[in-house]
């Protein structure tokens, strides 16, 4: 059984020739009961007793199975003795067999243990490996201070271990590649990011990133969309604790922007920046361009210039009949728009 490789390398497909594959044998194993023959069948496991015994009929089908429970079961901490025999589980972001034997950190108090396990450490792992472990660690806690979730994080890790092995990048420092890897998963998983936003983060220069970033993107296969105003919305208006109608009537305008081509060419970070500030305006709940700006991570010129544009299309980008109907939306008029 093969598992599919996390973002495989760009290369020429072997395009189909239309003729019919040959002839492979079924592989997949099924177990029905001789007896009943109800398919699906209903296989219990006696480990007990060690039978595999039909639940529909109750006919034993096969006998001196495995147990393949927990041979221990321990509510031991960091003290007592834990009578388990068996290793953590493995991780596959790592290389190896993740097999060897680990001198134990616990003695009689003397600390010799932990010495010991301190210099087996030193001395059986790998540099890549520690090499690993150590951007695993400052992934997690660059993806932690910015409230990503978890599968961004082993999103990225994957990628950065994939970058490793097949030494895509090299003579990239290791923040570079680590910033890259961020910004991808956030696109993949559809998690707005900008590059402002990821530099911030990082303290890796823009251009630094966007490098990396062209480089992985012509070398492997990633789904990386394009970062649309919408998304940006919702982060923004949060920040700026604007309530869900405001929030819900700039989307709208957003998606209304796009269909008439208002702004086009405009960034989605611009756009999504002034369709706040008119928005926040139209509902009395006005935020400065400072205040925008700051969530948004532009200069106010530019959020000024795109309302410029907005405000003179104000009355096909906004239905305000509609907009009155809805709840929250009495008295709304244009009189409240500031003057650009």
């Known amino acids: 059984m093969t598992t599919a490789i996390p973002f495989p390398l760009r290369e020429t497909q072997i395009q189909d020739d239309g003729k019919p594959k040959a002839f492979q044998p079924n592989l997949n194993i099924r177990l029905l009961c001789r007896d009943c023959k109800i398919d699906p069948p209903f296989i219990v496991e006696e480990f007990a007793s060690g039978d595999l015994v039909c639940g529909d009929c109750g006919l034993v089908l096969g006998d001196r199975i495995i147990d393949t429970r927990s041979e221990w079961?321990?509510?031991?901490?960091?003290?007592?003795?834990?009578?388990?025999?068996v290793?953590?589980?493995?991780?596959?972001?790592?290389?190896?067999?993740?097999?060897?034997?680990?001198?134990?950190?616990?003695?009689?108090?003397?600390?010799?243990?932990?010495?010991?396990?301190?210099?087996?450490?030193?001395?059986?792992?790998?540099?890549?490996e520690r090499n690993l472990v150590h951007a695993y660690k400052e992934i997690g806690a660059m993806c932690d201070s910015i409230s990503l979730s978890k599968i961004v994080t082993d999103t990225a890790k994957q990628l950065y271990k994939r970058v490793e092995d097949e030494k895509l990048l090299?003579?990239?420092?290791?923040?570079?590649?680590?910033?890259?890897?961020?910004?991808?998963?956030?696109?993949?998983?559809k998690v707005g990011r900008t590059f402002r936003e990821i530099c911030a983060l990082t303290r890796v220069p823009k251009k630094e990133i966007g490098r990396c970033y062209k480089t992985l993107q012509t070398k492997l296969q990633t789904n990386t969309a394009v970062m649309n105003s919408e998304d940006l919305m919702l982060r923004f208006c949060s920040n700026l604790q604007l309530p869900n109608y405001v929030q819900k009537a700039g989307i709208d305008l957003v998606k209304r922007a796009k269909e008439v081509g208002t702004l086009a060419g405009k960034s989605p970070i611009s756009?999504?920046?002034?369709?706040?500030?008119?928005?926040?305006?139209?509902?009395?709940?006005?935020?400065?361009?400072?205040?925008?700006?700051?969530?948004?991570?532009?200069?106010?010129?530019?959020?000024?210039?795109?309302?410029?544009?907005?405000?003179?299309?104000?009355?096909?980008?906004?239905?305000?009949?509609?907009?009155?109907q809805k709840a929250n939306g009495d008295g709304l008029s244009f009189e409240d728009l500031a003057l650009p």
């Not at 079961?73 to 025999?85: H, I, L, V, Y």
């Not at 493995?90 to 060897?100: E, F, T």
Request: charged share 25%; proline share 2%.
């Open 271 to 324: 756009v999504a920046a002034a369709c706040i500030y008119l928005v926040s305006y139209l509902y009395r709940q006005p935020k400065s361009t400072k205040d925008i700006a700051h969530v948004a991570g532009v200069s106010e010129v530019t959020i000024k210039s795109a309302y410029k544009t907005l405000y003179a299309e104000r009355e096909n980008l906004i239905d305000l009949e509609s907009l009155r």
């Open 73 to 85: 079961r321990t509510f031991a901490n960091d003290e007592g003795d834990d009578p388990s025999r």
């Open 170 to 189: 090299r003579g990239k420092s290791s923040d570079a590649i680590i910033a890259a890897c961020i910004f991808i998963a956030c696109r993949q998983e």
């Open 87 to 128: 290793g953590a589980a493995a991780n596959p972001l790592l290389d190896g067999n993740q097999l060897d034997t680990v001198i134990s950190r616990r003695d009689g108090g003397s600390g010799a243990s932990k010495d010991l396990n301190k210099i087996q450490g030193r001395s059986t792992s790998a540099k890549g």
